[in-house]
């Protein structure tokens, strides 16, 4: 398979979230995300990128620079605009988990975060997410930034950040 690392295409990003939605139906949360990242990246408060496999994308995560993304919700500092952004919601297919697309995109991610002047990223991951939280490590987000209960409470997401100077 031939994989292409970039930032997504506005066809890419309603190819993206047309699967999103699909798997999980009946979750009307997913079809206002959908709505919500699609402007984040029409209005520049965010960028997303894209794995494509043969031409069809099968991954993704997006950069939150404004504290006004839903996802920061006014928390400067995850994202203040101006030298801190967020990774946030990285997303493969099954069938491609495990070989290192993901661990590519981050790095194509924060080279575009370092070459538009962020000194400084920081990711959020569920506290009961073991297996993620030692890749984010892995990959140099090991300064503790905060903790805090999401989805209704249901969620404690932990926050960490690395610095791209």
């Known amino acids: 398979m031939n994989y292409i690392y970039r930032e997504a295409t506005p066809e890419d990003l309603d190819i993206l979230w047309t699967k ?26 965010g960028k997303t990128f894209a794995i494509l496999a043969d031409g069809e994308p099968v991954g993704e995560g997006t950069l939150l620079f404004s504290p006004a993304c839903g996802a920061i919700a006014g928390r400067r500092a995850l994202a203040d605009g101006k030298t801190i952004a967020n990774v946030n919601a990285l997303r493969i297919e099954k069938t491609h988990e495990g070989q290192g697309h993901m661990s590519r995109l981050a790095r194509l991610m924060e080279d575009r975060a370092r070459a538009h002047g962020y000194a400084r990223l920081t990711i959020g991951v569920e506290a009961r997410e073991t297996r993620n939280t030692a890749i984010y490590l892995h990959w140099g987000y090991d300064e503790y930034v905060m903790a805090e209960y999401e989805d209704n409470m249901s969620a404690l997401v932990l926050y960490y950040a690395k610095s791209l100077v």
Do not use: F, K, L, T
């Open 20 to 45: 999103n939605v699909a798997r999980h139906p009946g979750d009307a949360r997913w079809m206002a995300w959908r709505e919500e990242y699609i402007e984040i990246n029409r209005s520049g408060r």
